[in-house]
Every structure is written in structure tokens, then in C-alpha cells.
């Protein structure tokens, strides 16, 4: 387990890993430990190395395993949801959207006729307004 020192007899009582669970088993393991009434010591003395993973590829894939596995917690458990675990998928969604509106404000532009891509932003936005999806 990462970054925590944990009493056997908790681990022990609360059934230990769930072996079910490829990627996130220690935030599994973590909630049922807390929710059976006992704690988690963490400590700033303990010493972890940590290898960063070796490009943007290898980060991605880590990412998006943790966020599938995050999914399949919050599931079993709904009541360890949290706004702030929808932060990154929010932000990657409105990123995406910033760039592909700014790509198509550039192309609207550079067609000599802006007014038509404000007319298609405002027909979309209307359109998900009133059929959302």
C-alpha cells in the first residue's frame, strides 16, 4: 500500500484486498478500513520512491486506468463520490471543446466570413438546449 501504515488486525478484519481489483484496490481497501471504524496513519518520516511514468503515452494510459477503476469504486461504494474526482474529466472535456471552437473561429475567420461560425456556435448551443445529447 501506498503511502499509509495500516494495523493487521484492521486489514485482517475488514477482509483484506479485494483481489477483484486490478488498479485501486488501496482506495478500496482504504474506504472499508474507515468505514469500519478504524485509521489510517500516514507519516511525512516514511520514505517512498517514486518512478514518474517515462512519457506522456505511459502518464495517459495510467490516468485513464485510474479514472476506470475510480468508476468501478464509486459504484460499489456511492457514498465515496466526490465533486473533485470530476475535476479532471470536466476540464479535458472544456479543453477540448475551447480548442475545437477556437479551430473552427480560425476557420470561420479565415474564410473571410466570421458572422457564419457565430451563427453555427449559436444554432448548436440552441440546438443542446433543447435536445440535449
Do not use: C
Not at 479485494?18 to 488498479?23: S, V
Not at 512519457?55 to 485510474?66: D, E, S, T, V
Not at 464509486?74 to 479532471?88: C, H, I, Q, S
Request: positive net charge; proline residues 5%.
Amino acid at each position: 500500500m501506498y503511502l499509509g501504515v495500516y494495523q493487521r488486525q484492521a486489514i485482517e478484519q475488514v477482509g483484506g484486498y479485494d483481489e477483484t481489483m486490478l488498479i485501486a484496490e488501496d482506495w478500496e481497501l482504504n474506504y472499508r478500513i474507515r468505514a469500519a471504524g478504524h485509521l489510517i496513519w500516514f507519516t511525512p518520516d516514511l520514505r517512498v520512491t517514486y518512478r514518474p511514468r517515462a512519457n506522456l503515452g505511459a502518464l495517459a494510459k495510467q490516468h485513464f486506468r485510474y479514472g476506470r477503476w475510480r468508476r468501478v469504486v464509486a459504484r460499489r461504494y456511492p457514498e465515496t463520490v466526490n465533486p473533485r474526482y470530476l475535476a479532471a474529466p470536466i476540464a479535458t472535456a472544456l479543453n477540448a471543446a475551447g480548442l475545437a471552437l477556437g479551430v473552427a473561429g480560425l476557420i470561420g475567420a479565415g474564410t473571410g466570413h466570421p458572422r457564419s461560425f457565430h451563427t453555427w456556435v449559436l444554432a448548436l448551443s440552441f440546438r443542446w438546449s433543447i435536445w440535449p445529447g
